[in-house]
């Protein structure tokens, strides 16, 4: 089936560091997403993106991320500044368009904040 | 209260042995999907079935939409099918809500 793409897979920073995790969607898909996973807990949605807008955030969305992606490369999730409980598996997401169509995951990037 | 709920929360079954995994929610939903998460936690999506019955390879799901539910039936397991099945749903906006999932445990 179609595949998303995340880099790196891994990624480990000391607190108060920027991180940058990249996200290849597939590629002519419209909608783009993240979501964080701490180890054992549930899935939850952070931000979708659309036409170079935030679309809808949640909470976890804090102040210290962003999200772009630049002329159509890498679907980007930005950190600044991390902090310890940032530490989490972040996985992108893509979708076709708005309607009823199936989200595709990537692999997830872990990411530890020391 | 969690807005999708799974149960079993824990399977264990005999290879060859089918499965029945459930998943009910809060509120109507206009997509649900529902994922396979290995071990090493990577996930993949199983089935996109926000109503009626869908077959793929040994996997069925079926969701009754006015009634909120939804099932994963997996026919003859096999110890490569362990790992955690999620469902998740989505309303009127596009972001996924997921539930805590089922852990299956298919020994030989």
């Known amino acids: 089936g179609p595949k998303v793409l995340q880099i790196p897979s891994h990624q480990i920073i000391d607190m108060g560091q920027m991180v940058t995790l990249n996200c290849d969607p597939v590629?002519?898909?419209?909608?783009f997403y993240w979501y964080k996973q701490i180890l054992g807990q549930q899935m939850e949605f952070l931000v979708n993106?659309?036409?170079?807008?935030?679309?809808?955030k949640s909470k976890l969305f804090k102040d210290q991320f962003s999200v772009e992606r630049p002329d159509g490369s890498y679907f980007t999730l930005k950190i600044q500044p991390t902090a310890l409980e940032d530490s989490a598996v972040y996985f992108c997401?893509?979708?076709?368009?708005?309607?009823?169509?199936?989200?595709?995951f990537g692999p997830g990037t872990r990411l530890t904040v020391l | 209260g969690q807005q999708v709920q799974q149960s079993p929360s824990s399977l264990v079954l005999q290879e060859g042995e089918n499965a029945e995994l459930q998943c009910n929610f809060s509120s109507t939903a206009t997509q649900l999907q529902w994922f396979y998460q290995s071990p090493g936690g990577s996930l993949v999506s199983l089935l996109s079935n926000p109503s009626g019955t869908k077959h793929t390879g040994r996997l069925t799901s079926t969701t009754v939409t006015k009634e909120r539910r939804s099932s994963l039936h997996i026919s003859s397991s096999q110890t490569t099918d362990s790992g955690t099945y999620l469902c998740a749903i989505a309303r009127l906006t596009r972001k996924l809500i997921f539930g805590l999932g089922t852990t299956l445990q298919v020994q030989p």
């Open positions: 993106f659309y036409n170079g807008k935030v679309m809808e």
């Open positions: 590629s002519n898909h419209l909608y």
């Open positions: 997401a893509s979708s076709l368009d708005w309607g009823v169509y199936e989200q595709y």
